[in-house]
T-cell receptor, first 117, second 116 residues
């Protein structure tokens, strides 16, 4: 069965520190898709990244970077030089091939990140 | 990306009543989805709403409790019926957009429901 685990419930850092949010997933499918979303206090879900299972290249976007490792079924998210505006709940999500066109995302429990000034 | 709006943004309701949530998209989309996020919890898919057919519900969700309409390719409604405090949640509309082997998925701003 598919499952997404975000073991870190809450993380607190001081501004400018680097922080890594962990995501471990389970799936039997060989083709799947992984996502990260940000949910600020206002409640909306902001799409950050999608990664296909056949593309293990790490990605960097500004202060954000993602490390995808199929060998450990992990898709970790690092924020470099964190800022107060990064404070939010971050969700990792999985979609398997058979559900890729149905929109069914399996979400992790989320990690609450607090960045203190 | 598609721009999604939801009405109302929040509401406080009495138990036993019903609330209809609207989701409007600025472009035509084939598939629309409704998710629920209970307080402090993750998101769970309620149902998939396709235009011209009945909604497909996930395990644990039934049409009598969460009737859904999809009258056209840019609009959908979700009704939370006979509400109880356990229905207090954020309800989010979502759409997929794009072509190819996978569509991007975007979420609306959510409707924050409190049931007293």
């Amino acid at each position: 069965a598919q499952k997404v685990t975000q073991a870190q419930t809450e993380i607190s850092v001081v501004e400018k520190e680097d922080v890594t949010l962990d995501c471990v997933y389970e799936t039997r499918d060989t083709t799947y898709y992984l996502f990260w979303y940000k949910q600020p206090p206002s409640g909306e879900l902001v799409f950050l990244i999608r990664r296909n299972s056949f593309d293990e290249q790490n990605e960097i976007s500004g202060r954000y970077s993602w490390n995808f490792q199929k060998s450990t079924s992990s898709f970790n998210f690092t924020i470099t030089a964190s800022q107060v505006v990064d404070s939010a709940v971050y969700f990792c999500a999985l979609s398997e091939r058979y559900s890729s066109n149905t929109g069914k995302l399996i979400f992790g429990q989320g990690t609450t990140l607090q960045v203190k000034p | 990306s598609a721009v999604i709006s939801q009405k109302p943004s929040r509401d406080i309701c009495q138990r036993g009543t019903s609330l209809t949530i609207q989701c409007q998209v600025d472009s035509q989309v084939t598939m629309m989805f409704w998710y629920r996020q209970q307080p402090g919890q993750s998101l769970t898919l309620i149902a998939t709403a396709n235009q011209g057919s009945e909604a497909t519900y996930e395990s644990g969700f039934v049409i009598d409790k969460f009737p859904i309409s999809r009258p056209n390719l840019t609009f959908s409604t979700l009704t939370v019926s006979n509400m109880s405090p356990e229905d207090s949640s954020i309800y989010l509309c979502s759409v997929t957009e794009g072509t190819g082997s996978y569509n991007e998925q975007f979420f609306g701003p959510g409707t924050r429901l409190t049931v007293l």
